[in-house]
Structure formats: structure tokens, C-alpha cells
């Protein structure tokens, strides 16, 4: 039992000194990580990882998919070296957000079709795919005149998703898509980016400020699951209204404590549903990872914190070429993660966010590290400590 017990320490040990590295020692090249993630994603997604995925979530398959083909797109943009196998994959990843499997959850009669969440993340992809290889932007530009109709035709600025259904994340990932292909071919898309601005303004949550969650049937209050993916692309559109936001966001969801993020604002609380995931403490998990990506978008040491943290709770498991959080059980969870850690602005830098965090709110996460080790060799020490014969 004593060797058991001693043998039990030095996994601890080593499990505090790990924890401890991943927390304040320098942070790994996030391409190398990324890559490592995106073929074990490749791997599971060959496997049918994302048609299980749909069964834990409407989008599951949707964003298994595009988030894989997003990555590779950032991976590339940081290290050329990665070009020709990320557009292969990329595409790839676009063939399967518009095959059968792709679009079943939508409706096609919708304007424009399957829906603004199917079209306009679809159409970033696209995008994307085009700031590395130009052999496709005719079909780009048909698809995001396609969109930019629907919005011109539009009284709100927010389109549907689902029949009945609008939430202004998905309409905002739209009309970012719009802005990058003004960025990379002939522009078209000024008025009905400038014309949705203006909707937007006049339909902010009266609460915080800030885009609401959900548009129809009826406006809700602004909730982070939604607001961190609205942050990550509101720079692609308009850098000073972003900037506005994201401060908002800030103020009103980033937790001093963890670092984390709350789903509902500061002073108000919820239940967890099927997008923000079970709550703790009042922090969606989810949305943490995903501001993640936002706060490298908005050039804030926030992002770094909560990447660290990640790398703390998701326990992740490197091999030679994979690398995996929770064991892999939730790859969706790893698409996250990657697309996050290696998130890249198309609209170039952004003018630094000031960030209140300082060095110390690391040392919560470092006691939880070291407990288990402390708890079990406290008592040892403190016996042998009593034992010992006096001189």
C-alpha cells in the first residue's frame, strides 16, 4: 500500500508540474498543435464523427465540418508551408456542407436558400478558401449576391436560420462574408453592409447594449454563446463598431475569476440549453473557448489566458501527429479549440485591448493542480516529520 501511495505522488507530481508548464511556462506554436488536432479530426470525421455530432446538436454536422475546413484556412495563412494541403482539405470540408448530409437540417425554401446560418457560414468558407487560391471566386461572388439580395429585400437585419427563426450571430457570420469579398475581388457589397449596420444599431438590446440572441420570433437579451462568435467576426465588418462591442462583451460576460465566461450578463442568471452546454458557476464552457478566438481577433492577452486554462481542463493527449482534449470523446469540442487557437482577422490588426488580467489569476488554477498531490503527501511528510527519532 506504501508503494502504491508513494507511487500515486509522483503521478501527481507530475501531474502539477505538467499543469503548471501549460499555465505560466511560453506557449507552444499553436500552427503545430493545430495541424496535430486536424488530423485526428480528419481521422474521426472519415469515422463518422460528425453525423454523430448532429446528434448532440442541430449544427453538429455543420460545424464539424466547416470549423475543420476554417482551421486549415488559418493554419496556412500563418505558415504557407501548410497552402496546398489546406485548400484540399477546405474544399473538401465545403463538399460536405453542401452534399445532402449537409443541408437535411435546413429548409431550402428559405431566402436565401437553407437558411442565412447555412449560407452565410458556407459563404465564409468559401471565402477563406479564396485568400489562398482565386480558382474559384466566381462561384464566391454568385453565392454572396445570392445573400446580399436577401438582405437588401429585408426589412430586419436579421434573416432566418430556421422557419420562423432568426438569431443575429448567424446573419452577422453573413455579412462578414460579404466584407472579405469586397477585401479579395471587385467590390460590390458596400451599401448592403452599410444599410445592415444601421439596422443593427437601431436594434441593439436595451440591457447590455449589444446584439441580441435571438431576433424572431421574438428579440431575447444578448447571451455569450451567441456574442462570442458575433465578436469574432464583427472586425471582418467594421473595426470601430467592434471595438464598441467587444468592450461591452467584456465588461458584461469576461469573469475576473478563472478566467471564464458568463452565458447571461453580469447580475442576471439562466439555465444551460443545448448551445452554451451545462453551466458552472454561471460560465458556459463553450463560449469561453470560442472567446478565445475573439479575443486574438480583438489582439486581447485574454485570449491567451483562456487557452491556457484549456490546456489545463481539456487534458489533452499529443502523439507524433495527433492531438486531442477529453480523450477525443467530443471532436466537435476539438474543432472549437483548433479554430480558436489559430484565429486570424482577413481585415489585418487590430489596435490592442487593454487587459485587466494580471499574472495572479493563475494561482487558483496552479493550487488545483498541486492539491492532488499535496493531499496525498501531506499526511506522509507530516508523519515522518512526527516519528523522527529525536537527537
Given at each position: 500500500m506504501k508503494a502504491l501511495r508513494w507511487g500515486l505522488i509522483v503521478v501527481t507530481v507530475l501531474a502539477g508540474l505538467t499543469g503548471t508548464w501549460r499555465l505560466a511556462g511560453p506557449r507552444p506554436d499553436p500552427v503545430g498543435g493545430a495541424v496535430k488536432q486536424l488530423h485526428f479530426l480528419r481521422a474521426t470525421i472519415d469515422d463518422?464523427?460528425?453525423?454523430?455530432?448532429?446528434?448532440?446538436?442541430?449544427?453538429?454536422?455543420?460545424?464539424?465540418?466547416?470549423?475543420?475546413?476554417?482551421?486549415?484556412?488559418?493554419?496556412?495563412?500563418?505558415?504557407?508551408e501548410y497552402e496546398a494541403e489546406a485548400v484540399r482539405e477546405a474544399r473538401w470540408a465545403l463538399d460536405r456542407l453542401r452534399s445532402t448530409d449537409g443541408t437535411a437540417p435546413f429548409e431550402h425554401r428559405l431566402d436565401p436558400p437553407y437558411g442565412i446560418f447555412h449560407a452565410g457560414w458556407t459563404n465564409w468558407l468559401r471565402g477563406a478558401i479564396g485568400t489562398l487560391d482565386n480558382s474559384a471566386l466566381n462561384e464566391y461572388t454568385q453565392s454572396s449576391i445570392e445573400i446580399a439580395k436577401a438582405f437588401d429585400a429585408a426589412a430586419?437585419?436579421?434573416?432566418?436560420?430556421?422557419?420562423?427563426?432568426?438569431?443575429?450571430?448567424d446573419s452577422t457570420v453573413a455579412i462578414a462574408s460579404l466584407a472579405l469579398h469586397d477585401r479579395i475581388t471587385t467590390p460590390h457589397f458596400t451599401q448592403t453592409r452599410g444599410r445592415w449596420l444601421e439596422l443593427v444599431h437601431q436594434r441593439l438590446d436595451p440591457g447590455t447594449g449589444l446584439m441580441p440572441h435571438q431576433a424572431e420570433p421574438g428579440p431575447t437579451g444578448a447571451r455569450a454563446t451567441s456574442q462570442s462568435i458575433v465578436q469574432r467576426f464583427l472586425p471582418e465588418i467594421d473595426r470601430e463598431f467592434a471595438r464598441s462591442q467587444y468592450q461591452l462583451f467584456r465588461d458584461k460576460f469576461v469573469t475576473t475569476y478563472g478566467p471564464g465566461v458568463r452565458e447571461y450578463p453580469k447580475g442576471l442568471s439562466g439555465s444551460g440549453d443545448v448551445?452554451?452546454?451545462?453551466?458552472?458557476?454561471?460560465?458556459?464552457?463553450?463560449?469561453?473557448?470560442?472567446?478565445?478566438?475573439?479575443?486574438?481577433?480583438?489582439?486581447?492577452?485574454?485570449?491567451?489566458a483562456l487557452l491556457r486554462v484549456g490546456e489545463v481542463l481539456g487534458a489533452p493527449l499529443t502523439g507524433l501527429t495527433t492531438k486531442r482534449y477529453a480523450f477525443g470523446?467530443?471532436?466537435?469540442?476539438?474543432?472549437?479549440?483548433?479554430?480558436?487557437?489559430?484565429?486570424?482577422?482577413?481585415?489585418g490588426p487590430t489596435t490592442p485591448t487593454a487587459s485587466p488580467l494580471t499574472w495572479w489569476w493563475r494561482l487558483p488554477w496552479l493550487l488545483l493542480c498541486w492539491l492532488p498531490a499535496l493531499l496525498l503527501a501531506g499526511p506522509l511528510l507530516i508523519r515522518k516529520r512526527h516519528t523522527r527519532p529525536r537527537q
Open positions: 463518422g464523427a460528425d453525423h454523430e455530432s448532429q446528434a448532440l446538436f442541430p449544427e453538429g454536422y455543420f460545424f464539424l465540418n466547416v470549423l475543420y475546413g476554417l482551421t486549415w484556412v488559418q493554419v496556412a495563412t500563418s505558415d504557407p430586419s437585419p436579421y434573416l432566418m436560420a430556421y422557419p420562423g427563426q432568426a438569431w443575429p450571430v448551445d452554451s452546454g451545462p453551466l458552472v458557476l454561471g460560465v458556459s464552457l463553450s463560449a469561453t473557448v470560442v472567446t478565445a478566438g475573439a479575443a486574438r481577433i480583438h489582439n486581447d492577452p485574454l485570449g491567451d470523446l467530443i471532436p466537435v469540442g476539438d474543432a472549437f479549440v483548433a479554430w480558436s487557437a489559430t484565429a486570424t482577422s482577413t481585415n
